[in-house]
């Protein structure tokens, strides 16, 4: 779960700065790729994680072409059948509301 947590932050928390000064498309563009990313490169740092845990797992690819069906379904919360899936519909929407809220920066955004 710290590993979740600590991979959460890291796309919020990167998001945040990549969008400090940017006007509200770029912000949800920016959000969106995030989770994207998030969702389609996660599983391999989690068996990285789990290859320093089991010396038995042989060193590996296990993501490939991005899951754009599962992506939508985790946003949407189409598909719920797990904790993960839950966290991941939050993260999303944790990213879009951090979008939306934008910087506190009041004056023309660039």
């Known amino acids: 779960m710290a590993l ?4 959460a932050a890291g796309v919020l928390s990167s998001a945040q700065l990549l ?9 949800l563009v920016v959000a969106c790729v995030g989770y994207c ?6 599983p391999q740092i989690y068996y990285g994680y789990y290859h320093l845990l089991f010396d038995d ?3 590996q690819w296990v993501i490939s072409w991005p899951p ?3 992506i939508v379904g985790h946003a949407t919360f189409g598909i719920v ?3 993960s899936a839950l966290g991941q519909g ?6 879009v509301a951090l979008a939306v809220r934008g910087s506190g920066r009041r004056g023309p955004m660039v």
């Open 90 to 95: 939050l993260l999303f929407w944790t990213l």
């Open 37 to 42: 990313l998030f969702v389609w490169l996660s």
């Open 4 to 7: 979740s947590a600590l991979l």
């Open 57 to 59: 797992l042989p060193r």
């Open 19 to 27: 969008t400090r000064t940017r006007a509200l498309p770029i912000r």
């Open 68 to 70: 754009v069906k599962d």
């Open 81 to 83: 059948d797990s904790l």
